[in-house]
Structures are given as structure tokens and as C-alpha cells.
């Protein structure tokens, strides 16, 4: 089994700017250390009182196609991005400062938090980061689409994405997984971007909103490849799909130890899987993996 490592923070505060893809507006995040047992806590700097909001799950919010926290007037849009580099990275303690309700959209990817993160260096803790190993399979979801969490063969922790459309689409059936670590996080999964096709993107412009976002700021996909644009992967939309799920499942507060797989699944069944994680989390080690699984399906 894969030994708990001990919790981290950054050695040095940085910085990101960019703008929101819904609001268009600017928005600045100044990530700073933190002390042990802090976990993620994002910030309003912009508003008098400086509400804050732990990023965990019980503060999660259904939105459409995005993640989105509240805590009181602590209000926080599409934090998936921030949370996939923060929990890729293995950072555990850490507080976000962010002068708007919307976190910058960059080019639809991780790779500018992850840039200025590792630039950041990283501090080890003088204490351990709790895990969560994943014991038994359980499956949220439909034929048609779902998210599991199964053991893992040899204390990973590994994600994946199938991805596949019903309906007529230039984007083709694809997949993409990864035994995830820092490295291989930077390299084969921070820079696929958010991706659109092409009539979804004239219909979100036309009903007047996102009309800031070029097709240069994430992927918007025609028959003929992306508009404007190139892929940075082949594979590239299920790569997104994989960034979206580890920042999804960041939300249950611990290490994950185990094999998450989504079939077609989105922020929702991500969210409702993180969910379980966390509660499954919080009766350790009263209860074991089997015993929870069993009342679950006795319920």
C-alpha cells in the first residue's frame, strides 16, 4: 500500500490573472502558504468583510457546466481548474484570495496555475495527509453515463475519462487515463482546455452571453477540427474531461487512493461522487469501506 505522505504548502505566495468566461470580468488570485490543517480556502478580497469558503464538497453547488461553492456571501465560480492543479500538485494547505465571484478562465486549462504554483516551490508539513483507500467498487449513474471508484491494483491513484456523444458531433469517441502524479499532471493533463463545438458556441453567443471569449481561448470544435485553433492532443477533450473529474474530486478533502472512472459523466455525477468520498472519508476508521458500501446498498 502507498504510504501517506506528509501534508504540503507553497513556499512563496503567487499570483494569476485573467479574465471570467461568464462575467468577463478581471479577476486576480493571489494564492499564499498556510498552516497545517488549513486545506484549500478561497477568499473574496473584494468584498468588505473578506468571507472565506473551505473547497470542499459540502459547499458545492450544481451549475451548468461548471463547479461552483457557497458559504454565506463567500461565493466562488469554477473552481475545477484551480482545485485539479492544487490537488495534482499535492498541495494541501494553501489560501486563495480572489477578488471576484468567477475564477479567471486562462485558456480553459490548468496550465496557468500550474505554472505559477510550481514556480511557488512546495514546503513539506510536519504532519500526515489523510487518505482515503478506495476498498470496494461502487458505481453513481446510468447506462448512459457514470463515475466509480474501484481499488487500486498497487496504492495508485489513477483516472480516467471515455468519452463518447449520442447525438451528431465533430467530436470523435475518445479516452484518456493516467496513474497521476505531479509530473505527468503538468505535462499530459494541465493543458487541455475546455472545449465547445461549434454550435454549441453560436448559441451561447447569440443568447448574449460569453461574448468576450475568442476562439482562442479555449477549443471550439467544427467538422473540420477546431476554429482558429489546433489541438494540443488528439485526445484532448477526454484529457479535459480526466482534468475536470481530479478537480471535481479534490472537493472530498483527502488524498484519494484507488481507480476513479467516468463513462460520459460531467460536474454533476463528479459532484455527487465526491460526495460519497467524503462522507466515506469522515466515518473512518469507525467504519470500514465494506460496512459503509453494504448500508449504502441496504438503504
Avoid at 114 to 140: N, T
Amino acid at each position: 500500500m502507498k504510504p501517506s505522505r506528509n501534508q504540503h504548502t507553497i513556499a512563496v505566495s503567487c499570483e494569476i490573472r485573467g479574465r471570467g468566461y461568464w462575467s468577463g470580468r478581471e479577476v486576480e488570485v493571489m494564492i499564499h502558504p498556510a498552516p497545517l490543517g488549513t486545506g484549500v480556502r478561497l477568499v473574496r478580497s473584494d468584498l468588505p468583510s473578506q468571507p472565506h469558503c473551505d473547497a470542499v464538497v459540502r459547499y458545492r453547488h450544481d451549475a451548468n457546466l461548471r463547479t461552483n461553492l457557497a458559504q454565506g456571501k463567500a461565493k466562488f465560480q469554477m473552481v475545477e481548474h484551480l482545485m485539479a492543479a492544487v490537488a495534482a500538485l499535492e498541495i494541501d494547505n494553501c489560501v486563495c484570495e480572489i477578488n471576484a465571484e468567477e475564477l479567471p478562465a486562462l485558456d480553459g486549462s490548468s496550465l496557468g496555475f500550474v505554472e505559477q504554483l510550481s514556480s511557488a516551490g512546495l514546503i513539506v508539513q510536519a504532519a500526515p495527509m489523510k487518505q482515503l483507500v478506495i476498498r470496494d467498487r461502487y458505481r453513481i449513474g446510468t447506462m448512459g453515463g457514470w463515475v466509480e471508484a474501484t481499488p487500486a491494483h498497487a496504492g495508485e491513484s489513477y483516472f480516467e475519462y471515455q468519452l463518447s456523444f449520442d447525438d451528431e458531433t465533430p467530436i470523435a469517441p475518445q479516452a484518456f487515463g493516467i496513474e497521476l502524479t505531479p509530473d505527468r499532471f503538468i505535462r499530459e493533463i494541465a493543458p487541455a482546455r475546455t472545449f465547445v463545438t461549434k454550435a454549441q458556441a453560436d448559441q451561447i453567443r447569440a443568447s448574449g452571453m460569453a461574448s468576450h471569449v475568442t476562439n482562442q481561448d479555449l477549443l471550439v470544435i467544427g467538422y473540420d477540427g477546431p476554429v482558429e485553433n489546433q489541438y494540443r492532443f488528439k485526445n484532448e477533450c477526454a484529457r479535459h474531461k480526466t482534468l475536470d473529474l481530479i478537480g471535481d474530486l479534490a472537493l472530498a478533502g483527502v488524498e484519494l487512493i484507488g481507480r476513479f472512472t467516468s463513462f460520459r459523466g460531467g460536474h454533476n455525477l463528479n459532484g455527487k461522487l465526491a460526495h460519497q468520498l467524503a462522507e466515506l472519508a469522515a466515518r473512518e476508521p469507525a467504519e470500514t469501506h465494506s460496512t459503509f458500501q453494504q448500508r449504502r446498498k441496504a438503504s
